[in-house]
């Protein structure tokens, strides 16, 4: 069953410090999100992009971050200069029109 | 505002039937949506309604009542790996097909 896959499964950086999260979708899935999720805490929606855009993106997606799909497979999320409160896990999800979203595995991303 | 409201935890007896409510206030519903979240784990798709009604999936059924903003997931037949967080999710029109998640229902499922 095709799945979407994360890495690296655990990334740990320091405060101030760019990381990119790497996703790759479900091959066929035309729509692509980023949640986050600080520990003991809910998922939130970060942003969602199709057609190689920003669909819609939440008050967290600030100027700090950013997506990219750099090739036909990849989706990535870029923090430009990270905090302590960007520690969490973060959740890259797919889908088609008219279906649910198939989740990763998710990053943990730990900012020391 | 989206509000989305459940219980933070329940306790249910391994083959005994429980029920997860999720009351929502949200403008422009298009959707709700039911996931299983393992501790440390993605969440896992289990159930979907737009429309009022019951939705049956084997062991899981979720029900909607759009009028009255209600949802609810009944899990029958427990088993011990239903031990998990059950998420509720709302989707809107027109914000890109962003899910807006409740805190989630810490379910313990007991011998």
């Known amino acids: 069953e095709p799945e979407v896959t994360q890495t690296p499964s655990h990334q740990v950086t320091q405060m101030g410090q760019e990381v990119i999260l790497r996703c790759v979708p479900i091959?066929?899935?035309?729509?692509f999100y980023w949640y986050r999720q600080i520990l003991g805490q809910k998922v939130e929606f970060l942003v969602s992009?199709?057609?190689?855009?920003?669909?819609?993106k939440s008050e967290i997606f600030d100027d700090q971050f950013s997506v990219e799909r750099p090739d036909g497979s990849n989706f990535t999320l870029k923090i430009r200069s990270t905090k302590l409160e960007d520690s969490a896990m973060y959740f890259c999800?797919?889908?088609?029109?008219?279906?649910?979203?198939?989740f990763g595995p998710g990053t943990r991303l730990t900012v020391t | 505002g989206q509000n989305i409201d459940q219980p933070t935890e329940m306790t249910a007896t391994e083959g005994a039937i429980v029920q997860i409510n999720c009351t929502y206030q949200?403008?422009?519903?298009?959707?709700l949506f039911w996931y299983q979240q393992h501790a440390g784990e993605a969440p896992t798709f289990l159930s979907y309604?737009?429309?009022?009604g019951l939705e049956e999936k084997g062991r899981f059924s979720s029900f909607l009542s759009r009028s009255k903003g209600y949802s609810y997931l009944l899990l029958k037949e427990l088993q011990m790996k239903d031990s998990a967080s059950y998420l509720c999710?709302?989707?809107?029109?027109?914000?890109?097909?962003?899910?807006?998640f409740g805190q989630g229902t810490e379910l313990s499922v007991k011998p």
């Open positions: 992009f199709y057609n190689n855009e920003i669909s819609e």
């Open positions: 091959s066929n899935h035309l729509y």
């Open positions: 949200t403008s422009g519903f298009n959707g």
């Open positions: 999800a797919s889908k088609v029109e008219g279906t649910e979203q198939y």
């Open positions: 999710a709302v989707r809107v029109y027109n914000q890109g097909g962003k899910l807006i």
């Open positions: 309604n737009v429309l009022d």
